[in-house]
Structures are given as structure tokens and as C-alpha cells.
């Protein structure tokens, strides 16, 4: 028995051993020069040399052929992908059972504008470095909004990878899955920031703003006719009489009064220099129209006491102790909705701020007081490696500000709701995203590039090493050559989407 395993395992060594020799006569053939291959490894034989050109460029015919019949110009490239985003978009908001986004024109020119903004200024980011904000183009491209938001991302090859970003980020799945939002604009160009090309998207939502009209009056039964007395037959009289014009009635007083018709949030929760936007809803129940405009326009003052300068007051307040003002007249039974944006100071505290309407240079609008309650709290010390938490009511989305849009015109966007938690941006958060067809084709063709180029350079290496006094030409110089057309086709690159990136940074 003892000597069975012992031959079975004598046999098992030999067969190991003979493999091993096998397989290093094998690797010494094709990549050592010897007597047995006359000095010409077969991995750099002329032969084998010819079939590496062949395979390298087919390989890279192919792709960037396949890429071109893709897409064979940036513009077009663009076109189909914006085209995608939408669709994408929609049927993720199908899946968490949400109506379709329709595409405004509108929105389109904005986001157009914005990115051409970013490429022409060199910068990614929500904010320009003028100071513009998404709803500066918004606004200057005719958008008007109750509620408006934006994503942005950058460096990616395809609609489906930067989809895919967006979805996997808390704060911009939110914008896309934002019941708020019924409007969408897309853009997607190319161009170079930071001296890197790049593909750029940006992405802004909507909601149109809808006038409101005070119901019609009821219409009321018209009285029937009554029958006029018989006048009495003349008397004589020796005094003339004389007819005298009714006296008229004065005009009725002006009444400012108005009823606060909901609020954004009674109290809000936010961190020390957070920035957040706010919007209250207010009805005009006196018998004047609010204006807009003039000696007596109807603004938002910060009050208790009157003037009071705020220590929340925002860049794109119109006065420290005036958030904003109509945009449009009011009449009598009308609601107006007031937005702007508060920016915590620095100190942490309980703060309350108070709000009422004023007639300008008339008088202070009574109904339209209120107390707004803020708790401005330390922020929690946040690990950069890891993605930001979302906020719920940041300075991503907004309604309605009221400030002039500027006219130099993808992000971060989240819409105005009645949750209050933090948001902090995260301006390089960058998500894998699984490969797509190109990336795949793009990828496993470097792999073919490389691995032809290392091993020629290996077998090429050894041989010069070993027998450097026994060298051909038949074998070095096409050896070299093959480095040479490897090393082109690696890192030339034909197409404009080998030249993106297959990792989207989204913002």
C-alpha cells in the first residue's frame, strides 16, 4: 500500500517536473534568443511582428470608427445625449410613480447659457464668478417660476453614465425626482475648463408661474322695471322753482389690509452661514391694488423696530432692512407670494426675525405681520471623503426671487419645501458609474494596446541583453517600429469622446 503512494507520488513529481520544463523551453523559445530559435525569439519574428500591425490597426480602425458612426460631431453628440437625459430622466420619475417633465424652451436657452458661461469664465460651479446664480439666466431667458432648481456635472462620455452620477447623489436625485418641478431644460457642450477638454451638462428645473386672477363676480338678477307714478297736475304757483344737481359723494378711503395665506415654515433650523431661501404667501383684502412700482410700491420690511437692519440680510436683498418687493401689482383679493433669501450669520443662537408688508411712504399693511423663529446651530464636522448629507430646503432650489436677472448668461438644486435640514455642497463629488458599450470598447482596446507594446518591449529587452552581440535587423528594427505604432495607438486619440472622461463629477 506504503508502495503505491510512494510511485503514485513519484509519478505526480515527474509529470510536474517534465510540465515546468516544458513550459520554460516553451517561454525561453519565445522570448530568450537561443541556438534552438537561431537567435530570433518568436514573440519579435517577423511574423509574429506583422500580425501585432494588424491587429493594432484594425483595433483602433474599429473603435474610433464604431465611435464616429456614434456620434460623428460634438454638436451631435450633445443633441442625442440631451435628448437621452431627458428621457432617462422621465422614465426614473415613471419608476417612483411621477409624471413626466415636459422640455421648455425657456429653460433650454437658460441652461445653454449657463454652461457657455462656465466654459467661456473657466469655472464649475452653481455661482459665477460675478456672483450670478441659476436664476439670473433663468430669469433673463424669460422663465418665470415658483420653484426652480439645477444640477450640473461634467467629464463623462455618455447619457447614461452621467444619469446614473446624478441618481446615485442624494441632493441631485432629488431635484430629478422633485414632484415640484413639471418643466426641464437641457444643455451639453463641449469645450475646456481648467485647461482640460471637457464635455459640460447642465440640468434646470422648473415650475411656470401662474397668474393669479380673482374669481369673476356672480353675476346679479337684474331688477324688473317698476311702474312710474302719474304726476300730479300742474298747480299755479307765483314762486319760479329751481332744480338743483345731487351733492357728490366722496370717494371711499384707501384700506391697506391684508391675511397671511401660508408660510414656507413657522420656525427654521439652519447652520451658521448657511444660505436658505424662504417664501410666505399673502392676500390682499383691502378695496386698493398693491403696486409694484412708484412713490407707493408695496415691499417686505424687516420690522420690530421699524428699519431694523437684519443680521440675516442676503446679497440680493434690496435694502438690509427690506428682503424684497411685488414684482407685479395686486389687486383686491389677490395673493402675492413673497420669496428671499436669509443667510445665517456666524454666531450660533436662537435668533427671531419679524416681517410685515408696507405701503410705501402710506402706511404699514395690517394682517400681514409675522414672527419667524431661527435656530442657527454649529455645523457637524464633515468627513470630505464621504458624500454630503442633502438638504431639504437649501439654497439649491428656490422660488421666485425677487432681483433683476443678469445678462451675461450644470451645479447645487434642490426646491423649496417645508423640511429645514442643512445642506453642504460638495463641490468634486465624483461617482463610478458602470461602463457603458463605449467605455467597454474604449477600455478593452487600451488592454490590446498595452499588452502587444509590453510584450515586444520585454522580448526586445531580453534579446538585446542576453545576446547583445547576436542581434538582427529583421528582428530589432520591426520590433522597434511595433513599439512605436503600439505606443500611437494608445495614446493618439481620433475621436473627441476618447478624449472625456468615464467618471462624471456632478456638483
Given amino acids: 500500500m506504503s508502495r503505491g503512494i510512494t510511485d503514485f507520488a513519484k509519478k505526480t513529481k515527474n509529470r510536474l517536473t517534465y510540465r515546468s520544463a516544458v513550459s520554460l523551453r516553451t517561454a525561453k523559445s519565445y522570448f530568450i534568443p537561443h541556438e534552438d530559435n537561431a537567435h530570433k525569439p518568436f514573440i519579435i519574428r517577423p511574423g509574429a ?46 419608476a417612483n410613480g411621477m409624471t413626466d417633465l415636459d422640455v421648455s ?43 426652480a432648481g439645477e444640477n450640473l456635472a461634467m467629464d463623462f462620455n455618455s447619457a447614461e453614465a452621467v444619469h446614473n452620477a446624478l441618481m446615485a447623489s442624494a441632493t441631485h436625485r432629488k431635484n430629478i425626482l422633485n414632484a415640484n418641478f413639471t418643466e426641464v431644460g437641457i444643455s451639453i457642450i463641449s469645450g475646456k475648463i481648467n ?69 414656507m415654515d413657522d420656525s427654521l433650523n439652519i447652520k451658521t452661514a448657511e444660505e436658505v431661501e424662504y417664501w410666505v404667501d399673502i392676500k390682499n383684502t383691502g378695496n386698493t391694488t398693491w403696486l409694484s412700482s412708484g412713490d407707493n410700491f408695496v415691499a417686505l420690511n424687516v420690522t420690530d423696530p421699524a428699519g431694523k437692519e437684519s443680521l440675516f440680510a442676503y446679497s440680493s436683498w434690496l435694502e438690509k432692512y427690506r428682503p424684497t418687493k411685488l414684482t407685479d401689482n395686486i389687486a383686491p383679493n389677490e ?58 430646503n437649501s439654497n439649491n432650489a428656490v422660488t421666485q426671487p425677487n432681483f433683476v436677472a443678469t445678462t451675461n448668461s450644470n451645479l447645487s438644486i434642490v426646491p423649496a419645501d417645508t423640511e429645514v435640514t442643512p445642506f453642504v455642497i460638495a463641490a468634486s463629488n465624483t461617482v463610478k458609474e458602470p461602463k457603458d458599450f463605449l467605455n467597454y470598447l474604449n477600455k478593452y482596446s487600451n488592454i490590446i ?43 493618439m486619440r481620433f475621436h473627441f469622446i476618447q478624449n472625456l472622461g468615464s467618471q462624471p463629477i456632478i456638483l
Avoid: C
Avoid at 411712504?361 to 464633515?382: A, E, H, Q
Fill in 195 to 263: 485647461g482640460k477638454d471637457t464635455t459640460v451638462l447642465v440640468e434646470m428645473f422648473g415650475n411656470p408661474k401662474v397668474a393669479v386672477v380673482a374669481p369673476e363676480p356672480e353675476p346679479q338678477p337684474v331688477p324688473e322695471p317698476t311702474p312710474e307714478p302719474t304726476p300730479p297736475p300742474p298747480q299755479n304757483v307765483n314762486s319760479a322753482t329751481t332744480n338743483t344737481a345731487p351733492e357728490p359723494q366722496p370717494a371711499p378711503e384707501p384700506v391697506y389690509t391684508a391675511e397671511i395665506v401660508s408660510k
Fill in 449 to 491: 494596446f498595452w499588452t502587444i507594446l509590453i510584450l515586444v518591449a520585454i522580448a526586445l529587452s531580453i534579446s538585446t541583453v542576453v545576446k547583445f552581440r547576436i542581434q538582427h535587423a529583421s528582428t530589432v528594427i520591426p520590433s522597434l517600429l511595433v513599439i512605436l505604432l503600439a505606443s500611437l495607438m494608445l495614446f
Fill in 49 to 94: 511582428l506583422r500580425f501585432y500591425s494588424v491587429v493594432l490597426i484594425i483595433t483602433k480602425l474599429a473603435v474610433t470608427g464604431f465611435m464616429y458612426a456614434s456620434y460623428p460631431s460634438p454638436a451631435f453628440f450633445s443633441s442625442a445625449s440631451s435628448t437621452n437625459i431627458v428621457n432617462l430622466t422621465n422614465s426614473s420619475r415613471q
Fill in 105 to 147: 424652451e425657456e429653460l433650454n436657452l437658460a441652461a445653454y447659457q449657463k454652461a457657455q458661461d462656465m466654459v467661456n469664465n473657466n469655472y464649475f460651479s452653481h455661482e459665477s464668478p460675478s456672483g450670478a446664480r441659476f436664476w439670473n439666466w433663468i430669469i433673463g431667458a424669460g422663465y418665470q417660476y415658483t420653484t
Fill in 335 to 392: 395673493t402675492a407670494r413673497f420669496s428671499f433669501m436669509l443667510k445665517a450669520p456666524i454666531e450660533a443662537n436662537v435668533y427671531e426675525e419679524s416681517f410685515q408688508l408696507v405701503a410705501e411712504n402710506i402706511t404699514w399693511i395690517d394682517g400681514s405681520y409675522f414672527k419667524l423663529p431661527i435656530t442657527v446651530v454649529k455645523p457637524v464636522p464633515v468627513n470630505t471623503n464621504v458624500a454630503a448629507p442633502v438638504n431639504q
